[in-house]
């Protein structure tokens, strides 16, 4: 039995008891002893020895033999491909300088050795372009900070201590299973359970609310919250005079969004949401959590802006199971910029938006000549894939990706190195929704000649000719540093500790109450990073930025009412939330994830689902291949008509590979690569289309 850890962008990050027989993973499960994973996974990690047996994977270098995207590639020895890597570079560096080298990378592992580190510091080293990772949380943390003066939110684990537990733009029961067990204890505790989201999500059936507003007006719903909550007196007096700043400038705000207007913004009627608002200001503790589906909206920074002002204005925060969560990760006390190799390069640091892979590799000032992705596979869930894909079919352009399979991206290399699977290497991890540090020990040996992330770029390092003392590193070593950081949260926190029990919680109090004093002061009595020292309803920061410093509903860029003409060839918002089965475009080459999320097993996938009444005006089925379309481009899907989405709204569930498609396309061919209102975010959910029937139905 060897203690492991789910390497996945999944906010759980399950801890798990691997089995080995004769050298060989045979089977995982849930370890009992973590407080979070609480002994189960979810499908998609329980059948994972078939993932690392499959006969798909990548297991030796290979180089390009038929024309890009075909997939043909022959086998070469590790000698080879990393020779042909370093001298590809040491040209273009020679002829071009480094930064026409980019590096490309997601969340394939969240390893905190093997996820963006091992990477970084090498491309550092190099002074290629850094990448700027804005495509999931960005827009909203900017403007949660905006507010709060950290991104330190709500912990989970004070969710049993609530009396409402909110899932506001978020999947809870396909992506966040582990919080289940939690939510269930609060429930029979008396806890009330609202469920906000434009689609109506598994889990949403079983809650006490169910709200679905239009695509990009959360914010206005959430001012018409405080509106109510404002006008009937329903705030929390005491905490808004002493822990919050602008509140009467917010007071003034609020009155722009009666109830009338703000029903016609979200297509919810008025007496919900004055109903929702009385339920949230009077249930404290309430927890909401507030997922990323919200904030993938050209206005997604300023929802989260005023989504964090609710909790303050009803004075939930400073006592467990209240607030807003955000994720956790910046709480772990890590100097990223000193492992990372910021001190190691070359040459003042310069970045480019991930959002706009196409873009650069395209238009890109520098010319990119070659390109190196790992833990990615942008070529599944990027947008506006026709640009994307005119730069990866650039002749000119040197593409090396190291992979466990040959996804989309991989058909378009040059070369392609093998990946190790997570349990063929060590790795230290932290969770972005639990406050505990894991340790994956290593279960199996590398299949093949498969090498992890640091051994391939230490290999790369050696052939560049770079010296520096890190590149000699092992993942123990990389462990062991990070753990001797010195601080408060990691005191007794061993390799000893984490070799014998797997996991270990950060050094603070359960659950962890943030903003909270800690000298005695009462229980909401806490002092908050913002310049005022307080929660800000106004930010003069965001003012002298030229921002609006209140909270506000910002219409979507493509809209009924911001552009009519677009609106009425393309009437119907398409979002691509998270799938059950998949996660990003992981497991999407696992045969055994494509029964979809409808019903029954003959059901085909991917789907998009479209309202009753849109499909019938259009002569849809369910079951019909359709067209779904706009001017960026075009995918087949199967429609399953279900009343799910309202009308005028229609959903793709996952990232599927495009080779998947019943056309070869998946659904990112017509999502925006535009960028959200704060921090360069991703707004992929606005994105107008429109669905029609396809002759292939005949």
């Not at 959430?222 to 006008?231: D, E, N």
């Not at 503790?285 to 507030?290: A, I, K, N, T």
């Not at 299949?447 to 000699?472: I, R, V």
Request: charged share 20%; aromatic share 10%.
């Amino acid at each position: 039995m060897v203690l492991s850890v789910c390497p996945h962008d999944c906010p759980d990050t399950c801890s798990i008891l691997s089995r080995v027989k004769g050298g060989r993973l045979v089977k995982v499960e849930g370890n009992p002893h973590h407080p979070v994973t609480r002994g189960f996974l979810c499908p998609k990690v329980r059948r994972y020895p078939e993932r690392v047996y499959s006969p798909e994977r990548v297991l030796y270098p290979m180089k390009r033999v038929g024309r890009r995207g075909s997939g043909r590639f022959q086998r070469i020895s590790w000698e080879e491909a990393v020779e042909t890597i370093a001298s590809r570079w040491k040209a273009i560096i020679a002829r071009e300088g480094s930064r026409a080298i980019l590096p490309y990378y997601g969340s394939g592992t969240l390893g905190m050795v093997h996820g963006k580190l091992a990477g970084k510091r090498f491309f550092n080293r190099l002074g290629t372009l850094q990448l700027d990772r804005t495509i999931c949380t960005k827009a909203g943390r900017i403007g949660y900070l905006y507010t709060m003066g950290s991104s330190e939110g709500a912990d989970p684990r004070g969710i049993p201590y609530s009396r409402l537990v909110i899932a506001w733009g978020t999947n809870t029961f396909s992506t966040n299973v582990h919080q289940l067990p939690s939510l269930r204890e609060a429930r029979k505790k008396g806890a009330l359970y609202a469920v906000v989201n434009p689609f109506k999500v598994k889990g949403a059936e079983v809650a006490d609310l169910f709200l679905q507003p239009r695509p990009g007006s959360d914010a206005a719903l959430a001012l018409g919250m405080m509106h109510v909550i404002i006008k009937e007196g329903l705030f929390d007096r005491d905490f808004v005079s002493r822990s919050t700043s602008g509140f009467e400038e917010l007071q003034r705000r609020v009155e722009e969004y009666p109830l009338e207007r703000v029903e016609e913004l979200t297509d919810i009627e008025a007496q919900k949401i004055r109903e929702f608002a009385r339920l949230y200001a009077g249930s404290k503790p309430s927890f909401m959590y507030v997922g990323s589906g919200c904030q993938h909206h050209t206005n997604g920074g300023m929802t989260l802006r005023t989504l964090s002002c609710l909790p303050a204005l009803v004075g939930t925060w400073g006592r467990p199971g209240g607030g807003i969560f955000f994720p956790t990760s910046t709480i772990f006390p890590v100097d990223w910029d000193y492992l990372e190799g910021e001190d190691l390069r070359p040459n003042p640091p310069a970045s480019f938006n991930m959002n706009r892979l196409g873009e650069i590799l395209t238009n890109g000032n520098p010319r990119i000549s070659s390109l190196y992705v790992f833990n990615a596979n942008p070529m599944a869930v990027l947008f506006n894939q026709n640009r994307l894909l005119a730069g990866l079919l650039r002749e000119d352009l040197f593409t090396v990706v190291h992979e466990l399979f040959l996804t989309d991206t991989a058909y378009y290399a040059d070369m392609v190195l093998p990946s190790t699977t997570q349990f063929e290497q060590v790795d230290l991890h932290a969770s972005y929704y639990h406050l505990s540090l894991q340790l994956n020990q290593q279960a199996i040996e590398p299949l093949g000649e498969c090498k992890s992330n640091l051994e391939t770029f230490n290999l790369l390092a050696e052939a560049m000719g770079l010296e520096d003392p890190c590149f000699k590193q092992d993942s123990w070593d990389v462990i062991e540093e990070m753990l001797s950081a010195r601080h408060p949260a990691l005191e007794g926190i061993t390799l000893e500790r984490l070799l014998r029990e797997g996991h270990a919680p950060l050094n603070l109090e359960i659950p962890y109450v943030p903003f909270k004093a800690r000298s005695g002061q009462s229980e909401s009595d806490g002092r908050f990073p913002t310049p005022s020292g307080k929660i800000e309803f106004y930010s003069q920061k965001m003012e002298a930025e030229g921002l609006d410093p209140l909270p506000a509903h910002i219409p979507l860029k493509e809209g009924r009412k911001t552009t009519p003409a677009l609106y009425e060839r393309y009437p119907l918002y398409l979002l691509t939330p998270s799938a059950h089965s998949l996660l990003n475009s992981n497991f999407a080459s696992d045969p055994w994830m494509h029964n979809p999320e409808g019903r029954g097993t003959a059901r085909r996938a991917p789907t998009i689902i479209i309202n009753p009444e849109e499909a019938a005006s259009r002569g849809i089925k369910d079951g019909d291949l359709v067209r779904v379309f706009n001017d960026r481009g075009s995918c087949l899907l199967w429609a399953s008509v279900e009343d799910r989405v309202k009308p005028g709204v229609v959903v793709s569930l996952g990232q599927w590979w495009s080779r998947q498609c019943p056309g070869g396309k998946n659904a990112n061919y017509t999502t925006p690569d535009f960028l959200a209102d704060m921090g360069g975010g991703s707004a992929f959910n606005t994105n107008l289309v429109q669905v029609e029937k396809t002759l292939w139905n005949a």
